[in-house]
């Protein structure tokens, strides 16, 4: 399956690395590195996720590295990944679009 990635994840992975870069650089290469490894894996198994607590949606998951879940939905032939939060943050109802 494609994995297409929203403009509102990519910037999450950028705020996440400039937090993580701030105490340790490599450690947010790393950060980025398993995120983006973890977001690769859903190609193969894109329903391995769990269906997240703020939806009733089937299709919208998320997997979780390290203290972030990845938000996704899945579709017939594409994986979109909508956003990236650390799990003590509330999700606005805007990441899931």
């Known amino acids: ?3 297409i990635w929203s403009l509102l ?3 999450r992975m950028e705020n996440i ?4 870069q701030k105490e ?5 290469y790393e950060m980025i590195d398993r995120i983006i490894i973890k ?9 391995r996720g769990r269906k997240i607590p703020e939806s009733n949606s089937e299709n919208i998951r998320e997997v979780f590295e390290g203290e972030y879940r990845i938000i996704y939905r899945i579709s017939s032939r594409r994986i979109f990944i909508l956003s990236i ?9 805007k990441d899931l679009k």
């Open 1 to 3: 399956m494609k994995i």
């Open 9 to 11: 994840a990519v910037e």
């Open 17 to 20: 690395f400039e937090y993580i």
């Open 24 to 28: 340790n650089i490599t450690a947010a």
């Open 39 to 47: 977001v690769e894996s859903l190609s193969d198994f894109p329903s």
């Open 85 to 93: 939060r650390n799990f003590k943050q509330l999700l606005p109802d």
